[in-house]
């Protein structure tokens, strides 16, 4: 995949607290802009059998900083995540 010539840089720094299998996984993370710190947040992963499939449920609690970036703007991205992680599971995912 080539990548862009200009534009920001984001990365993702996690640290995973705590993982139990089949049923929940709880980390910590930074979100970055080029060398600026942008968020950071606290995520819990719940699954749980539901009938016959699986509930996967997202709880995130953020701390938004120096206005550069926003809970929509996660939220957004995150959903697009959890959108294509739930095609790829249901058998329509692109593989992206």
């Known amino acids: 995949m080539a990548m862009p010539d200009s534009g920001p840089v984001y ?3 996690a640290v995973y607290q705590d993982i ?3 049923k ?3 980390y910590a993370y930074d979100m970055h802009q080029d060398e600026h710190r942008i968020s950071v947040s606290l995520a819990t992963v719940e699954i ?3 009938g016959g499939g ?3 449920t997202l709880t995130e609690h953020g701390v938004f900083l120096d206005g550069r970036d926003q809970p929509d703007q996660r939220e957004h991205g995150t959903r697009a995540l959890m959108d294509t992680l739930g095609a790829h599971l249901d058998g329509g995912g ?3």
């Open 11 to 13: 990365t993702f720094d």
């Open 20 to 22: 139990v299998p089949g």
């Open 24 to 26: 929940r996984i709880v």
């Open 48 to 50: 749980e059998a539901d």
């Open 54 to 56: 699986t509930r996967l």
């Open 94 to 96: 692109s593989g992206v």
